[in-house]
């Protein structure tokens, strides 16, 4: 019996990211017991530490690591703001749609680190967010990260509307946001251009 389980639990480790899963569901928990955030704009922090399973062969903490630890703080703030909940009472969902992160300093093993969510605005289609990794132990902004969060079957001034109870005025965006969204948007054309060539050359 417990060779059973033993090989059941190595088949769905082996085929599920069953450590992603389980984090998401601390968030969860963790987020849903926090006083609520009631102002959408502000920014909300999340601690995390440098763990083994996050280095690469350098002895830092790996690329795709920060991607996935953004998720997880997006996910938290969400939820403490009230976005989440709003959005699947509303029938929606949020999917990234495109996300840059600029890589400053490395974060090495044990080092203890801020992340820290604010979003910048919106638009009819998605919501704009930075995120920062902040090291503790010197305040040094080891990387920041963009990210359009895309909502699907409804609208970002919908979900806001639901939660605020009340029409929320877009903030201006950022320069550097300006630049990333027309560069997303002259790349989308690019490649429907690429895609329609292709279609007439079969």
């Known amino acids: 019996m417990l ?13 599920l990211d069953v450590w992603y899963f389980l984090r998401g569901a601390q968030v969860f928990v963790e987020a849903w017991f926090q006083p609520r955030i009631w102002d959408i704009l502000a920014e909300q922090t999340i601690e995390g530490m440098v763990l083994p399973h996050d280095l690469d062969y ?17 996910f938290h703030h969400y939820m403490r703001n009230g976005l989440f909940m709003a959005s699947r009472k509303l029938g929606a969902k949020m999917v990234v749609g495109a996300s840059t992160i600029r890589y400053r300093r490395s974060l090495a093993f ?12 919106w638009d009819e289609k998605a919501f704009y967010l930075e995120q920062r990794f ?3 132990r010197d305040g040094f902004v080891s990387a920041v ?14 979900i806001i509307e639901y939660v605020c109870k009340r ?19 002259a790349s989308s054309q690019a490649l429907r251009a690429e895609s329609g060539l292709e279609e007439k050359n079969k």
């Not at 996935?68 to 997006?74: H, L, N, P, S």
């Not at 029409?167 to 990333?180: S, V």
């Open 3 to 15: 060779l059973l389980v033993l090989g059941a639990l190595l088949l769905l480790f082996c085929s």
């Open 58 to 74: 350098m002895g830092h903490m790996n690329n795709s690591r920060y991607l996935r630890e953004c998720d997880f703080a997006r």
């Open 110 to 121: 044990r080092e203890a680190f801020e992340i820290r969510t604010k979003v910048l605005g």
């Open 134 to 136: 902040v090291s503790k």
């Open 145 to 158: 990260m963009l990210c359009r969060q895309n909502v699907v079957r409804c609208s970002p001034e919908t």
């Open 167 to 185: 029409k929320i005025e877009c903030p201006e965006f950022p320069e550097d946001l300006k630049h990333w969204i027309s560069y997303i948007s």
